[in-house]
């Protein structure tokens, strides 16, 4: 079927059913004809749960590389703080407007940057570099569990344990709450189907409020611990922002790993010429291999900005207060950018160029930690436990916002079933 700029709407979670997931043919018809593309409101329109009359708004869609690096990088112009960094008019609901403007990615320079350096700490090179001998001892548990089974449900069993663990015992999630923040931070996530948001949400901020205010006594090492006794701008932060920061982090701070995993394990079943490659030097190849399962198929679809100026791109003319959607997606296969980008290829030397992990001022600050969580978990899994294949075709989650996986199950060890 021949495809043309606007017959998929990417801002509805019915046309993401019909087009079987992420259109990634959909985006390279936008690069090659129109790379600037007003996305209207969808008729099936995505909507705040706490809003009883809403009203999706429009966005314009940037599927070339250069304006989605370019918009990053320019905070003066396009904003995050102005209406979120969700493709929906979030500026409806004052509640969920105060509620994004909370958290990192909903914050422009220069409070970005204070709130930014508050943790910045903990993520540098040294102190990621310290924490890979527990990575390793936690990635190898994960694998031994699933070691025991003959087949497993893979995305939420067995890809979602390891950041989850290492999420928990950064932010200081006592032991007997966990299992209910993983459960709290999943369904936040995926506000797009849960008709229980609203409840949930407000059932995580309790949980993490009860977290801030136990450190107030008794600080430790974690980001909760930092954000309790630092400053920003030289005041304290009230315990309502750092909940509503950590808030905003329970959805970050697995997601990508999580579903990346997943693909990971996906793309190379689906490509046994480059799992034949990757088990020949695993040590040596895994790194590279994870930059492009990032570049292939990254774990987040978008982010939007909004523009603060009547601005022009490519020629097109985009009014103050509207929204541009940033397509990494599309970005990540741009035929300016990688030779042949529909070929998924574990020894391209450009791989890490991609856009997955953002770029500019909001480049994801667990950038590096995530990359060592997948080369831990991921050198483990193909160590001990090679011949790891689909058992089913994957169950996509058709989501306007995430690549990501609600289901995939797996076998251990076909060559023995």
Not at 165 to 171: A, P, R, T, V, Y
Not at 193 to 221: G, H, M, T, Y
């Amino acid at each position: 079927m021949t495809l043309n700029p606007g017959d998929i709407n990417l801002a509805s979670s019915g046309d993401m059913v019909k087009a079987g997931g992420v259109p990634f043919e959909y985006f390279a018809v936008l690069r090659r004809e129109a790379p600037v593309f007003w996305n209207p409101p969808p008729a099936d329109g995505a909507y705040l749960r706490d809003v009883e009359k809403y009203e999706p708004c429009g966005f314009w869609v940037l599927s070339k590389y250069e304006d989605v690096a370019a918009v990053s990088k320019d905070t003066a112009r396009f904003s995050c703080w102005e209406n979120t960094i969700l493709w929906i008019d979030v500026k409806q609901s004052p509640m969920a407007l105060a509620a994004q403007r909370a958290g990192l990615m909903g914050m422009d320079p220069p409070q970005h940057t204070q709130f930014r350096r508050l943790v910045q700490p903990g993520f540098t090179p040294r102190s990621v570099a310290a924490m890979e001998p527990h990575i390793r001892e936690e990635a190898a548990k994960v694998v031994s569990e699933l070691a025991e089974r003959d087949r497993a449900e893979f995305v939420f069993d067995v890809a979602a344990e390891l950041p989850m663990i290492l999420l928990c015992e950064l932010m200081g999630v006592p032991q007997d709450r966990r299992n209910e923040y993983l459960e709290l931070g999943n369904a936040t996530a995926s506000f797009e189907f849960n008709d229980d948001f609203v409840e949930d949400q407000i059932n995580l901020f309790l949980l993490l409020d009860d977290i801030v205010k136990s450190r107030k006594d008794a600080p430790d090492e974690t980001l909760i611990s930092k954000y309790v006794h630092g400053e920003v701008d030289g005041r304290k932060l009230s315990e309502g922002e750092i909940t509503q920061f950590f808030q905003t982090l329970s959805i970050a701070g697995h997601e990508t790993t999580r579903n990346t995993t997943a693909h990971f394990v996906r793309l190379m079943d689906e490509h046994p010429d480059q799992k034949a490659l990757l088990l020949e030097d695993l040590e040596g190849r895994l790194p590279n291999a994870i930059e492009e399962v990032l570049r292939y198929s990254p774990p987040v679809m978008q982010f939007c900005r909004t523009a603060t100026e009547d601005v022009a791109i490519r020629g097109v003319d985009i009014a103050k207060g509207e929204k541009v959607y940033m397509s990494y997606i599309s970005a990540n296969r741009d035929e300016d950018v990688f030779e042949d980008p529909e070929r998924f290829d574990i020894l391209r030397p450009n791989a890490d160029k991609h856009l997955a992990f953002g770029t500019g001022a909001h480049f994801c600050l667990g950038a590096s930690l995530a990359r060592l969580q997948l080369r831990c978990i991921l050198q483990e899994l193909y160590a001990r436990l090679p011949d790891i294949a689909l058992a089913d075709k994957p169950t996509p989650m058709y989501s306007s916002w995430f690549n990501a996986l609600n289901e995939m199950p797996v076998l251990t060890c076909p060559v023995a079933h």
